[in-house]
Structures are given as C-alpha cells and as structure tokens.
Nanobody, 121 residues
Framework: QVQLVESGGGLVQAGGSLRLSCAAS????????MGWYRQAPGKQRELVAT???????NYADSVKGRFTISRDNAKNTVSLQMNSLKPEDTAVYYC???????????????WGQGTQVTVSS
C-alpha cells in the first residue's frame, strides 16, 4: 500500500509564507512526477506545480515567481514553498505522485488527503 501524507497547511495573512510537505510511504519501487494541486470551494481541482524525478518543474501561471516546488528523491518527499500569498491562494492543497509500487507492474496515480491553506486579507 502506498500513502501520501501532507503537512504544513494553516492560516496566514496576505503577503505571508507557508511551506507544505508531502511524504510518500509504503511499498515503493519508483516515483516519477510529484506535484501539488489545489481546490477552492466551488471550483475544480487545478494544478499548482509539478516536478519530475530529474528536477524539471512546471508551474501554474498564477503562482510563478511566488511558489517553489522541490523534492528529495531518496526520501520520496516533495515540498512547496509558498511566498507572497494572496487570498485567492486559499484552497485545499493536495499532494500527487506517480508511483510504481513494489508489488505492482505499472505506475499508478496517488493522492494525499489534502491540507487546508487559508490566506486572510
């Protein structure tokens, strides 16, 4: 079984910073892309940032220059440093990973349970 566990959400004032972390655990043979998505009330889940095992990154236009994604391949962790936060960044943030389980034969998509980020104006 593979699990993704997020931490680091919370309440912050506009202009502040938060750091989200996610750890993948369980029977893992390999991890390809990892990323962060978010879902605001009444809206669809959207991509925030992704990072490949080689370190290539991709960001939503709305967070470019403010958010930084990073990962530790040895520990199967991914982090999201969020600076200059805005009220419109308020959402539940979900960790995502493309994982080949130790017991499997193909990569599967896994999601964390989500962590709330609230930015007050």
């Amino acid at each position: 079984q593979v699990q993704l566990v997020e931490s680091g959400g919370g309440l912050v004032q506009a202009g502040g910073s938060l750091r989200l972390s996610c750890a993948a655990s369980g029977s893992i043979f390999s991890v390809k892309a990892m990323g962060w998505y978010r879902q605001a009330p009444g809206k669809q889940r959207e991509l925030v940032a992704t990072i490949t095992s080689g370190g290539s990154t991709n960001y939503a236009d709305s967070v470019k220059g403010r958010f930084t994604i990073s990962r530790d391949n040895a520990k199967n962790t991914v982090s999201l440093q969020m600076n200059s936060l805005k009220p419109e960044d308020t959402a539940v943030y979900y960790c995502n990973a493309d994982v080949l389980p130790g017991y499997g034969f193909r990569f599967n998509d896994y999601w964390g349970q989500g962590t709330q980020v609230t930015v007050s104006s």
